[in-house]
T-cell receptor, first 114, second 107 residues
Framework: DAGVIQSPRHEVTEMGQEVTLRCKPI?????LFWYRQTMMRGLELLIY????????DSGMPEDRFSAKMPNASFSTLKIQPSEPRDSAVYFC????????????FGDGTRLSIL | GQSLEQPSEVTAVEGAIVQINCTYQ??????LSWYQQHDGGAPTFLSY??LDGLEETGRFSSFLSRSDSYGYLLLQELQMKDSASYFC????????WGLGTSLAVNP
């Protein structure tokens, strides 16, 4: 079975541009998580969805960040406008259920904002 | 507040045993998980403890003591490929992550 698929794998863009990250969860998984990882702050949960509904978005840094899950097989994380401090690796993960279920991570998107 | 503490770095030699500790302080607790992440890679699930005691999966074991808010990951017969970061995480309405322990396995 295919794992969690993220695109793009790498993104380099200039400050002020809109960035859209995409994620396809594992088929049958009903929970989806967006994380950001940096050396300074470690792995941070930005938002998670259960059955396509956002459950906790308390980790979203500010209004420049938004996430959607229009259906069970697709989610996006958008940054507009982007800033250099947004540079990080962004991971998407999915799980079967929410509590205590193993989360399966995609390979991540390495984002650099110049 | 919610916090998980684990050592930042551990060094060991091939064939040895290493224990990575994790203490947590959360308002709720629904289980302790461990994840492994190699440099440049994604976190991968290793183990999960909901109840007190030891869970064994091959060379890796994980232990939990809920009364002490403490757990550990035990890696036996260390191999070079075990060099990675190891994260403990607690589910409390969402998964709360430690900052990770960087394990270096030397020949």
């Amino acid at each position: 079975d295919a794992g969690v698929i993220q695109s793009p794998r790498h993104e380099v863009t200039e400050m002020g541009q809109e960035v859209t990250l995409r994620c396809k969860p594992i088929s049958g998984h009903n929970s989806l998580f967006w994380y950001r990882q940096t050396m300074m702050r470690g792995l941070e949960l930005l938002i998670y969805f259960n059955n396509n509904v956002p459950i906790d978005d308390s980790g979203m840094p500010e209004d420049r960040f938004s996430a959607k899950m229009p259906n069970a097989s697709f989610s996006t994380l958008k940054i507009q406008p982007s800033e250099p401090r947004d540079s990080a690796v962004y991971f998407c993960a999915s799980s079967l259920g929410v509590e205590n279920q193993p989360q399966h991570f995609g390979d991540g998107t390495r984002l650099s904002i110049l | 507040g919610q916090s998980l503490e684990q050592p930042s770095e551990v060094t060991a030699v091939e064939g040895a045993i290493v224990q990575i500790n994790c203490t947590y302080q959360t308002s709720g607790f629904y289980g302790l998980s461990w994840y492994q992440q190699h440099d440049g890679g994604a976190p991968t699930f290793l183990s999960y403890n909901a109840l007190d005691g030891l869970e064994e999966t091959g060379r890796f074991s994980s232990f939990l003591s809920r009364s002490d808010s403490y757990g550990y990951l035990l890696l036996q017969e260390l191999q070079m490929k075990d060099s990675a970061s190891y994260f403990c995480a607690v589910w409390d309405r969402k998964l709360i992550w430690g900052l990770g322990t960087s394990l270096a396995v030397n020949p």
